[in-house]
């Protein structure tokens, strides 16, 4: 099975950018849709963004369309999030995520393997 370790995240002003990492070990990291989910105090934890093997098919949650771009590279075991125009409430821990499913949906109990996450923390 794959392990997944997120980087990347820190402290940012509203209207900033930041871009978070996910590196995979274990498995072959090509056999893995990614995503990434999001968790606010309090807040259940919601769907950001995911991507399919190939890295051609993305699909993102509401929230953050037209400012988050989800990424992957094969051959470094990477997926990445580049998020813009950040704001206040994008503020919550943010979770890397693989399945060995073709499903991408919102629900992350279609998703099998978790990293610990990185917190995100949007100033205003």
């Known amino acids: 099975q794959v392990q997944l370790v997120e980087s990347g995240g820190g402290l940012v002003q509203d209207g900033g950018s930041l871009r978070l990492s996910c590196a995979a070990s274990?498995?072959?990291?090509?056999?893995?849709?990614m995503g990434w989910f999001r968790q606010a105090p309090g807040k259940e934890r919601e769907f950001v963004a995911a991507?399919?093997?190939?890295?051609?098919?993305?699909n993102y949650g509401d929230s953050v369309k037209g400012r988050f771009t989800v990424s992957r590279d094969n051959a470094k075991n990477t997926v990445s999030l580049q998020m813009n125009s950040l704001k206040p409430e994008d503020t919550a821990v943010y979770y890397c995520?693989?399945?060995?499913?073709?499903?991408?949906?919102?629900?992350?109990?279609?998703?099998?393997?978790w990293g610990r996450g990185t917190q995100v923390t949007v100033s205003s």
């Open positions: 991507i399919g093997r190939n890295g051609y098919f993305r």
């Open positions: 274990g498995g072959t990291f090509s056999r893995y849709s």
């Open positions: 995520t693989g399945s060995l499913g073709l499903r991408m949906g919102d629900a992350p109990t279609e998703y099998s393997y």
